[in-house]
T-cell receptor, first 115, second 116 residues
Framework: DADVTQTPRNRITKTGKRIMLECSQT?????MYWYRQDPGLGLRLIYY???????NKGEISDGYSVSRQAQAKFSLSLESAIPNQTALYFC??????????????FGPGTRLLVL | AQTVTQSQPEMSVQEAETVTLSCTYD???????LFWYKQPPSRQMILVIR??????QNATENRFSVNFQKAAKSFSLKISDSQLGDTAMYFC?????????????FGAGTRLTVKP
């Protein structure tokens, strides 16, 4: 089974709709992240969380919100989706306490299309 | 702010040959991590190799090695004995080595095609 899972894998929605993307991990990592990937721009950080009580904005947080329901779950919400939020969204985890490394492990991605 | 530049949008290589992907970065920090991630058509992001800036020795992982030039702020990836399964997008990434800062910055990527 995959260590980091994302649901749904693909989603089509309409402008103005609220949508939630979910991420779960079995790695036992404290830190979780949400990125979006656009063609020609690489990945950009939206939000990250160091633990259940700690949420931090990333480079491009406007238009998004997150919820860290448990150590293993981190959800990304688009309160009112707009077409320029069409992108590939990745969840990632890391834990610098484990072996002292700071490597992020990614989920399979969610492709979102906003019409 | 840290920036990462990959100047080669696309590259190709013949199977079994060697290819080098370029990456430069801009930072005023002295302690940081550098990464290369691979994204095959399945779109999964897979860590290829990691380098800590304080280590002078270049990292290697089987057929993958890096040429880390700290003064030049350059971090190139060399793939030896290229295989068809190496066909993918390759992303260079930078992160400051600071406990409460996990803002990782990615380059725009290089699309590598390995030809039979």
């Amino acid at each position: 089974d995959a260590d980091v899972t994302q649901t749904p894998r693909n989603r089509i929605t309409k402008t103005g709709k609220r949508i939630m993307l979910e991420c779960s991990q079995t790695k036992g990592h404290d830190r979780m992240y949400w990125y979006r990937q656009d063609p020609g721009l690489g990945l950009r950080l939206i939000y990250y969380s160091f633990d259940v009580k700690d949420i931090n904005k990333g480079e491009i947080s406007d238009g998004y919100s997150v919820s860290r329901q448990a150590q293993a779950k981190f959800s990304l919400s688009l309160e009112s989706a707009i077409p320029n939020q069409t992108a590939l969204y990745f969840c990632a985890t890391s834990d610098p306490q484990r072996g002292g490394e700071e490597t992020q492990y990614f989920g399979p991605g969610t492709r979102l299309l906003v019409l | 702010a840290q920036t990462v530049t990959q100047s080669q949008p696309e590259m190709s290589v013949q199977e079994a040959e060697t290819v080098t992907l370029s990456c430069t970065y801009d930072t005023s920090e002295s302690n940081y991590y550098l990464f290369w991630y691979k994204q095959p058509p399945s779109r999964q992001m897979i860590l290829v190799i990691r380098q800590e800036a304080y280590k002078q020795q270049n990292a290697t992982e089987n057929r993958f090695s890096v040429n880390f030039q700290k003064a030049a702020k350059s971090f190139s990836l060399k793939i030896s004995d290229s295989q068809l399964g190496d066909t993918a997008m390759y992303f260079c990434a930078f992160m400051i080595r600071q406990y409460n800062n996990n803002d990782m910055r990615f380059g725009a990527g290089t699309r590598l095609t390995v030809k039979p």
